[in-house]
């Protein structure tokens, strides 16, 4: 979008931003982009800049300030529609479906606020003309989330008789997500199928296959396909390396737990020692979570092993070695799950958290080639 008599540098600044790598210099390039929109008094530009904005911060892990951003822009919409052509209407209600997810990551974002912004998704979509397909999706997001089996259940069979439609998620993205609820049904086979679009690598995004690829290692173990399960664990490893990025916390954590119950501890500890600064500042309190369950446990199977003393230290942390991380990792992921749980009234997080902390040995995976 070229605003009418906005600024061509402006402009131009934008679109060479939103080809940048996401990072502290897109977000920083899009901060200066937003004041020098404001100072033209270019709506249009404002408009721009501030979508432009939210999607560096998001991009950059930094949801709270995405949220500050994000309601402006929202604010801006309601008071001057206008300013908003079709392009940008439609990334505006795509990441007011990110502010609802996004908010299930923070325990301090009161569950009701989070029901409401849901109402209010629905609201804004239908208005728009949307189809229901993102509402829905962001139903089941929150209802597993909550940990609310028959509730997720009828959100998830709602989504999946949906069809996509414009603000669709993400096609590279929906199979990891249809086989991470199948795994929690115990269904390897049918997650291993759903999972088969970004394994092969017959679609990809910016997180995947990662994503796919670490989803799909356990499951390989548990039907007997170590060999593939060996491939894909090297295969992921070396694509979170080399991504241009954030590394995703979830895509690490299933490597390590890999690690952790095939008995590749001390493949394991590599991996903790090169993913070392994403472990002690994974991002939202959910990655947190899901992060440091999976990294306890390698670190407790090491102490098991008699490693305990071995000296081992993350950014930023006193802990100097394996078995004073490991203790202090497994609080701190069981207290992340309690405040999750208080948020959401149930008992899921802490239930989900003591499986990790505990998960039993699943079966050998030759990782030599891999080390």
Same mark, same amino acid.
């Given at each position: 979008?070229?605003?009418?008599g906005?600024?061509?540098?402006?402009?131009?600044a934008l679109?060479? /931003?939103? *080809?940048?790598p996401?990072g502290a210099?897109r977000t920083?390039?899009?901060e200066?982009?937003?004041l020098?929109?404001?100072?033209?008094?270019?709506g249009?530009l404002?408009?721009?800049?501030?979508?432009?904005?939210?999607?560096?911060?998001?991009?950059n892990?930094?949801p709270?300030?995405?949220?500050?951003?994000?309601?402006?822009?929202l604010?801006?919409?309601?008071r001057?529609p @206008?300013?908003?052509?079709d392009?940008?209407?439609?990334i505006?209600h795509?990441?007011?479906?990110?502010?609802?997810?996004?908010?299930?990551?923070h325990?301090?974002?009161?569950?009701?606020?989070?029901m409401?912004?849901?109402?209010?998704?629905?609201?804004?979509h239908a208005l728009?003309?949307? @189809?229901p397909?993102?509402?829905?999706l962001?139903?089941?997001?929150?209802?597993?989330?909550?940990g609310?089996?028959a509730?997720a259940?009828?959100?998830?069979?709602?989504?999946?008789?949906?069809?996509?439609?414009?603000?669709?998620?993400c096609l590279a993205c929906e199979p990891t997500r249809r086989?991470?609820w199948?795994?929690g049904?115990?269904?390897d086979?049918?997650?291993?199928?759903?999972?088969?679009?970004?394994?092969t690598?017959?679609?990809?995004?910016?997180?995947?296959?990662e %994503?796919?690829l670490?989803?799909?290692?356990?499951p390989?173990v548990?039907? @007997?396909?170590?060999?593939?399960a060996?491939?894909?664990h090297l295969?992921?490893?070396q694509?979170?390396?080399?991504a241009t990025?954030?590394t995703?916390?979830? *895509?690490?954590?299933?490597?390590?737990?890999?690690?952790?119950?095939t008995? /590749?501890?001390?493949?394991?500890?590599?991996l903790?020692?090169?993913?070392g600064?994403?472990?002690?500042d994974p991002?939202t309190?959910?990655?947190?979570?899901? %992060?440091?369950?999976?990294?306890a446990?390698?670190l407790?199977?090491?102490?098991?092993?008699?490693?305990g003393?071995a000296?081992?230290? %993350?950014?930023?942390?006193r802990e100097t070695n394996?078995?004073t991380?490991?203790?202090?990792?497994?609080?701190?992921?069981r207290?992340l799950?309690?405040?999750f749980?208080?948020r /959401?009234?149930?008992t899921?997080?802490?239930?989900?958290?003591w499986?990790i %902390?505990?998960?039993?040995?699943v079966?050998?995976?030759?990782?030599?080639?891999?080390?």
């Open positions: 979008m070229l605003p009418v906005g600024s061509d540098a402006i402009a131009g679109f060479a /931003n939103a *080809a940048a996401f210099s920083k390039a899009a200066r982009a937003l020098a929109a404001d100072a033209a008094g270019e249009r404002v408009a721009w800049a501030l979508l432009e904005l939210v999607e560096a911060y998001l991009g892990r930094d709270a300030r995405a949220h500050i951003a994000f309601a402006r822009a604010r801006h919409f309601d001057s @206008g300013d908003f052509d392009h940008d209407r439609t505006l795509t990441q007011l479906s990110w502010m609802v997810s996004g908010a299930l990551a325990p301090s974002v009161p569950l009701g606020q989070i409401a912004a849901l109402a209010e998704l629905g609201r804004r728009a003309g949307y @189809g397909d993102a509402v829905r962001q139903r089941f997001i929150v209802a597993d989330h909550i609310d089996p509730l259940a009828d959100a998830f069979d709602g989504w999946l008789a949906t069809t996509r439609d414009e603000m669709s998620g086989a991470t199948q795994l049904l115990g269904d086979e049918q997650a291993l199928a759903e999972l088969a679009p970004v394994t690598g017959a679609t990809s995004c910016e997180h995947e296959p %994503l796919g670490a989803t799909s290692l356990l390989l548990r039907t @007997g396909r170590s060999e593939d060996g491939r894909h295969r992921g490893v694509l979170c390396c080399d990025g954030p995703h916390p979830v *895509a690490v954590a299933r490597h390590i737990e890999l690690c952790a119950r008995g /590749n501890e001390a493949r394991g500890l590599d903790v020692r090169t993913f600064a994403l472990i002690a991002g309190p959910l990655e947190a979570l899901t %992060l440091l369950g999976p990294v446990l390698l407790r199977r090491l102490v098991a092993l008699g490693e003393r000296p081992l230290a %993350l950014p930023g942390r394996v078995q991380l490991a203790t202090a990792l497994a609080h701190e992921a207290q799950a309690a405040g749980d208080a /959401n009234g149930t899921a997080h802490a239930e989900r958290t499986a %902390l505990h998960a039993a040995p079966g050998a995976v030759d990782l030599a080639d891999q080390r």
